[in-house]
């Protein structure tokens, strides 16, 4: 599969989820359990991407690096309610900071 | 500030406390749209620095149009993972537009030719906006606004993040894979309200760091996916007896 092929299918699922939404009946989602379920699959989604950018190396391994010190800074700004755009701004000047002075 | 002419046709003729609320969610529609397409100056910088070239980037804004999963996209491609697992996760990650649509649809009242255009529009943002509103009128108009400003403002910005990422030369230099880490955490962070959120992001990161050493890239965020459906399988704790009065 192509890079391109891979980009448009996941955009047509994406519009296809949105547009269904819009389509069925509210009543098919209803239950406690299932909409439980589908609030919480962001947050694991969410939280593996996170270990998966912070520690993911070469070929399956796990690498403590300038990322991690980034998340933990991000966590500080997330904590004193920054937005999100500083939180990402002092995620790149941290990495790109500890790299300068040649740490990892 | 003076008001331009014409900017408000028909405006004296309307309610005044009416049109002040509805000018009111307007405002907020147009800010959390700045605001949120401001940093599709981020995911157009990481997209490209994944390995996708801007029109690829390009696309991903104007045609999946739900920050989150375009995010995942570019993180599973970027970890080497294969086109199936970006897929994956980016439509697992998805599914809740399509719970927003359930939701938005039922005071939007949108004609069959404005079904597909609305649905479009249906994610976070738009959906927030809307049902932060009292009645249906605001409520539809929260949520147009807020869904074109943020579409808008994404599509500009993610352009000129993908550009600016691909003059930029190595992504790492700039410290961009720690801003990818920190993109995470900020999307997660507001949804850790409630203790089964918690327990969900805490069972998924101990599942993600087993799994990674195990599985090719992009199979660990989708095995730990699972997490959400252990704990939201989970007896629910009955609320302490004593708490209510017998």
């Given at each position: 599969?192509t890079?391109?092929?891979?980009?448009?299918?996941?955009?047509?699922?994406?519009?296809?989820?949105?547009?269904?939404?819009?389509?069925?009946?509210?009543?098919?989602?209803s239950g406690?359990?299932?909409?439980?379920?589908?609030?919480?699959?962001?947050?694991?989604?969410?939280?593996?991407?996170?270990v998966v950018?912070?520690?993911?190396?070469?070929?399956?391994?796990?690498?403590?690096?300038?990322?991690?010190?980034?998340?933990?800074?991000?966590?500080i700004?997330?904590?004193?309610?920054?937005?999100f755009?500083?939180?990402?701004?002092?995620?790149?000047?941290?990495?790109?900071?500890l790299?300068?002075?040649?740490?990892? | 500030?003076?008001?331009?002419?014409?900017?408000?046709?028909?405006?004296?003729?309307?309610?005044?406390?009416?049109?002040t609320?509805?000018?009111?969610?307007?405002?907020?529609?147009?800010?959390?749209?700045?605001?949120?397409?401001?940093?599709?100056?981020?995911?157009?910088?990481?997209?490209?620095?994944?390995?996708?070239?801007?029109?690829?980037?390009?696309?991903?804004?104007?045609?999946?149009?739900?920050?989150?999963?375009?995010?995942?996209?570019?993180?599973?491609?970027g970890?080497?993972?294969?086109?199936?697992?970006a897929?994956?996760?980016?439509?697992l990650?998805?599914?809740?537009?399509?719970?927003?649509?359930?939701?938005?649809?039922e005071?939007?009242?949108?004609?069959?030719?404005?079904r597909?255009?609305?649905?479009?529009?249906?994610?976070?943002?738009?959906?927030?906006?809307?049902i932060?509103?009292?009645?249906?009128?605001?409520?539809?108009?929260?949520?147009?606004?807020?869904?074109?400003?943020?579409y808008?403002?994404?599509?500009?910005?993610?352009?000129?993040?993908?550009?600016v990422?691909?003059?930029?030369?190595?992504?790492?230099?700039?410290g961009?894979?720690?801003?990818?880490?920190?993109?995470?955490?900020?999307?997660?962070?507001?949804?850790?309200?409630?203790?089964?959120?918690?327990?969900t992001?805490?069972?998924?990161?101990i599942?993600?760091?087993?799994?990674?050493?195990q599985?090719?890239?992009?199979?660990?965020?989708?095995?730990?996916?699972?997490?959400?459906?252990?704990?939201?399988?989970?007896?629910?704790?009955?609320?302490?007896?004593?708490?209510t009065?017998?």
């Open positions: 599969m890079l391109w092929m891979a980009v448009l299918a996941a955009c047509a699922l994406a519009f296809l989820t949105k547009w269904l939404g819009h389509l069925v009946p509210a009543a098919w989602l406690v359990r299932t909409r439980r379920m589908t609030s919480l699959l962001p947050v694991a989604l969410l939280a593996a991407l996170v950018q912070t520690l993911g190396g070469p070929a399956g391994t796990l690498v403590v690096d300038a990322r991690l010190v980034a998340v933990a800074v991000a966590v700004a997330l904590v004193l309610r920054a937005p755009i500083l939180v990402v701004v002092l995620g790149a000047l941290v990495a790109a900071g790299r300068a002075l040649g740490w990892s | 500030m003076t008001r331009p002419p014409g900017a408000e046709p028909g405006g004296s003729a309307r309610p005044a406390g009416r049109s609320a509805h000018r009111a969610v307007q405002r907020q529609a147009w800010s959390v749209g700045l605001a949120t397409g401001a940093y599709g100056v981020s995911f157009g910088a990481l997209s490209v620095a994944s390995g996708l070239d801007v029109w690829q980037t390009v696309a991903l804004s104007a045609l999946m149009f739900t920050g989150g999963s375009q995010f995942a996209f570019v993180g599973v491609i970890a080497g993972g294969t086109g199936v697992a897929i994956a996760t980016a439509t990650l998805g599914i809740r537009n399509g719970l927003y649509g359930l939701q938005v649809s005071f939007l009242g949108v004609r069959r030719g404005q597909a255009l609305a649905a479009q529009l249906t994610i976070d943002e738009s959906t927030a906006v809307a932060a509103q009292d009645h249906d009128h605001p409520r539809r108009i929260g949520f147009w606004h807020t869904g074109i400003a943020v808008l403002f994404w599509n500009l910005f993610t352009l000129i993040g993908a550009v990422g691909n003059a930029l030369g190595d992504p790492r230099r700039w961009l894979d720690g801003a990818a880490a920190a993109a995470f955490v900020a999307l997660l962070w507001p949804r850790l309200r409630s203790r089964d959120a918690g327990a992001a805490a069972l998924a990161v599942v993600t760091v087993l799994v990674v050493p599985a090719p890239a992009g199979i660990p965020v989708l095995v730990a996916a699972l997490a959400a459906l252990v704990v939201g399988l989970w007896p629910r704790r009955q609320a302490p007896r004593e708490a009065p017998s």
